[in-house]
């Protein structure tokens, strides 16, 4: 039996978590906690745990876990936007970036590849993507909502928004320092190239190249492609397709576990093998929490998809902090610390979590504890202490 069916995972808010609203209550009721001063109603109201803390949080102050991409600069572009959190914007992100990217139908986000490797989820519509595996065979796939594709570094690629609508999704890359701007582009790369160089490398007269593009494209509007079949067949080439598949279909897998407060879907090398990104989906439904637990293995990099929670991580020092969570929100849990996320609202709580690491793993609160108190127990029968 695995460690997700021996344990709650996903609970029901219980007595414990109850006693944080108590605190707050007994906190609100104290004169002093007022704000007559200036400040922004819409953000408190978002963020109402950092406002009046609850009672359990310490006075020292645990770093910035949390940042919204609403607070992103967008770079726009006809065909599509991008916008990203790395460790300039959120600096306790050091393992893991994030990048947003919207792409109209047939809005294609170029030729390219990076120094990290990339993870995607499809936030919306649907997309084509395009690689070349290290051997030089096509991959062409098309994906949808909730579908995960991942190229590692070096292998060239492209995105390509569908009809009707085209398509949003999430990157994340295994470097808190990367950025987007700095990724190898077509473009870039062609036009840094002399073009007699150019013309013996390909083989072609050198006015071929005349009308080069001066600057990166990036992103840029064409037409939508056409049917799927035809794009693989003339990808292929004489090399033929790629034996590697870059794409998961995640909602074609049942959940790895699931309760009556919600379920996960975690994805990792183990059932997506070229990955080396783990991931798990969550659901929390309304007044459930996805449980005290703790990751050894790597920092948690989280993006909220849709509903509202809040989350307390304790630190070491004898330190914890309290922060609230919105669609569109990134969260940032070091390696090793614990943590719970409770769902604040009344619509189901999705969101990722991500790591820097080829397979998840995290260990219950509840579990150690009941371990531990069985074993002391033992210990106490086998000396002959009474069991209690």
Known sequence: MSAFTRRNFIGTAAAAVGSFATLQKIAGADRSKSDPGPGSPPLDGQNPDSMWPPGTDSKSLVQNFKYPFSFANKRTYEGGWSREVTVRELPVSKTLAGVNMRLTAGGVRELHW??????????????????????????????????????????????????????????????????????????????HLPREVLSKNFGVGEQAFANLPKQELFIFQTDVPGRLEDDQKVAAGALGKSPTDFAFRTMEMPPTKQTKSGEVRIVDSRNFEVSTTAMALVTVHPGGLRELHWHPNADEWQYYISGKGRMTV???????????????????????????????????????????????????????????????????????????
């Open 114 to 191: 990076h120094t990290s490797a990339e993870w995607a989820i499809m936030l919306y519509g649907t997309a084509r993507i395009t690689a070349i595996d290290a051997d030089g065979k096509s991959f062409v796939a098309d994906v949808k909502k909730n579908d995960l594709w991942f190229f590692p570094s070096g292998i060239p690629h492209s995105i390509q928004g569908l009809n009707p609508d085209g398509c949003e999704f999430m990157l994340v890359f295994d470097d808190g320092n990367f950025s987007e701007s700095e990724t190898v582009l077509l473009s870039d790369s062609m036009a």
């Open 314 to 388: 304790v630190a070491t020092g004898n330190k914890a902090r309290t922060m609230d969570f919105q669609e569109g929100d990134v969260g940032y849990i070091e390696k090793t610390l614990l943590h719970y996320i409770e769902n604040t609202g009344d619509t189901d709580l999705v969101f990722i979590e991500m790591f820097k690491a080829d397979h998840y793993q995290d260990l219950s609160f509840s579990e150690w504890l009941a371990h531990t108190m069985a074993g002391s127990h033992t210990a106490r029968a086998g000396d002959g202490s009474p069991e209690h």
